[in-house]
T-cell receptor, first 114, second 117 residues
Framework: AQSVTQLGSHVSVSEGALVLLRCNYS??????LFWYVQYPNQGLQLLLK??????LVKGINGFEAEFKKSETSFHLTKPSAHMSDAAEYFC????????????FGTGTQLKVEL | GAVVSQHPSWVICKSGTSVKIECRSL??????MFWYRQFPKQSLMLMAT?????????EQGVEKDKFLINHASLTLSTLTVTSAHPEDSSFYIC?????????????FGPGTRLLVL
């Protein structure tokens, strides 16, 4: 079975500060890992994905994530937060590619303050 | 490209009625679509996998007779909530997989909010 754990259901940062959203995974096979963002009353938008290529993955809107097998982690970062980054962020894992069954974490609500 | 739409975006219905939600891939063909359910402040839970031309595969604990899924074409899957009750009120999100690219990302629809009175 696969699972992801997102530490911190709510994260608050100041505009311009570093964003760090944590995700740890559990998988019996090499995982495919994803970060999605959800704005209020909307579906999910893919930020980035790890599919066993480079361990440092760059995504849209300045986000990136690093796959660390030794720590079973896939934390999401952004050097400088913007007000428009305020949203819900979900980490997800799949056994194979992202076109297959995804298991989501519980989500982290990011708040950006002036 | 890779746009998925859902209709309706909002629906309010009386208890005991049935509600149909459509999920369409607008600019690609999708042999597989997924239906998720999201309760307020919670994560997405996969309900079922919808395969074009065959029966849907339901996740454990999801009643297939209550949540009817039909994937009649390569661009359309429907979810019908039969005899809806207030506990079925939720945010339903579909996603679609582009058949043209193996292991391609799922593209998510904007969701349908269902309120059962």
């Amino acid at each position: 079975a696969q699972s992801v754990t997102q530490l911190g259901s709510h994260v608050s940062v100041s505009e311009g500060a570093l964003v760090l959203l944590r995700c740890n995974y559990s998988s019996s096979v090499p995982p495919y890992l994803f970060w999605y963002v959800q704005y209020p009353n909307q579906g999910l938008q893919l930020l980035l994905k790890y599919t066993s290529a480079a361990t440092l993955v760059k995504g849209i809107n300045g986000f990136e994530a690093e796959f660390k097998k030794s720590e079973t982690s896939f934390h999401l970062t952004k050097p400088s937060a913007h007000m428009s980054d305020a949203a819900e962020y979900f980490c997800a894992v799949s056994r194979t590619g992202g076109g297959n069954k995804l298991t989501f974490g519980t989500g982290t609500q990011l708040k950006v303050e002036l | 490209g890779a746009v998925v739409s859902q209709h309706p975006s909002w629906v309010i219905c009386k208890s005991g009625t049935s509600v149909k939600i459509e999920c369409r891939s607008l600019d690609f063909q999708a042999t597989t679509m997924f239906w998720y359910r999201q309760f307020p402040k919670q994560s997405l839970m996969l309900m079922a996998t919808s395969n074009e031309g065959s029966k849907a595969t339901y996740e454990q604990g999801v009643e297939k007779d209550k949540f009817l899924i039909n994937h009649a074409s390569l661009t359309l899957s429907t979810l019908t909530v039969t005899s809806a009750h207030p506990e079925d009120s939720s945010f339903y999100i579909c996603s679609a997989r582009n058949r043209a690219v193996y292991q391609e990302t799922q593209y998510f629809g904007p969701g349908t909010r269902l309120l059962v009175l």
